[in-house]
T-cell receptor, first 114, second 112 residues
Framework: EAQVTQNPRYLITVTGKKLTVTCSQN?????MSWYRQDPGLGLRQIYY???????DKGDVPEGYKVSRKEKRNFPLILESPSPNQTSLYFC?????????????FGPGTRLTVT | SQQGEEDPQALSIQEGENATMNCSYK?????LQWYRQNSGRGLVHLIL?????REKHSGRLRVTLDTSKKSSSLLITASRAADTASYFC????????????FGSGTRLLVRP
């Protein structure tokens, strides 16, 4: 089954404790991205990757890191989480250009930073 | 950055009625997409309409695009309780074919 998986689904952590949210897709998609969703603000893009070893900042990259060492995986790293990073996070992937391909989303990771 | 704005923010209808949601955007687009999100879940792609198309159908969904007014509408006909979800439009700008920009969504409640 074609899917994007994320782990963990729920995470409660404390300020400053480094964490990684994993994302994996089994569709051989070139493009992957991370979003955060906050009430009233919709989905905002954090980082995206157009292919292996090619990553770029989205609209709200501060406080986050990503890597793309393999085509299928695109982990999101919070080196020193802060309470304002409490949010619902989504990983997404698609085959290529946004004008040609639909985007597939993971189930989401609900992160709480205390 | 450009953002699609959905209207209304929330909509409550009776099962069997039609639901219409609107999306407006600011700059020229390559295409516009509609997504659905059940509460707390990932978004699911519904339909993509290109800038040179005016109308598109998929099952009970009908999407229109008016590039002169920079607006789109999503019509769900004969709604069902299972259609209860948030609906988002997402635009792809002409000058950025890699980036999808999402609106803030319309929350639809279909009462049984």
């Amino acid at each position: 089954e074609a899917q994007v998986t994320q782990n963990p689904r729920y995470l409660i952590t404390v300020t400053g404790k480094k964490l990684t949210v994993t994302c994996s897709q089994n569709m051989n998609h070139e493009y992957m991205s991370w979003y955060r969703q906050d009430p009233g603000l919709g989905l905002r893009q954090i980082y995206y990757s157009m292919n292996v070893e090619v990553t770029d900042k989205g609209d709200v990259p501060e406080g986050y890191k990503v890597s793309r060492k393999e085509k299928r995986n695109f982990p999101l790293i919070l080196e020193s989480p802060s309470p304002n990073q409490t949010s619902l996070y989504f990983c997404a992937s698609r085959a290529g250009l946004a004008g040609l391909y639909e985007q597939y989303f993971g189930p989401g990771t609900r992160l709480t930073v205390t | 950055s450009q953002q699609g704005e959905e209207d209304p923010q929330a909509l409550s209808i009776q099962e069997g009625e039609n639901a219409t949601m609107n999306c407006s955007y600011k700059t020229s687009i390559n295409n516009l997409q509609w997504y659905r999100q059940n509460s707390g879940r990932g978004l699911v792609h519904l339909i993509l309409i290109r800038s040179n198309e005016r109308e598109k159908h998929s099952g009970r969904l009908r999407v229109t695009l008016d590039t002169s007014k920079k607006s789109s509408s999503l019509l769900i006909t004969a709604s069902r309780a299972a259609d209860t979800a948030s609906y988002f439009c997402a635009t792809v700008r002409m000058d950025s074919s890699y980036k999808l920009i999402f609106g803030s969504g319309t929350r639809l409640l279909v009462r049984p």
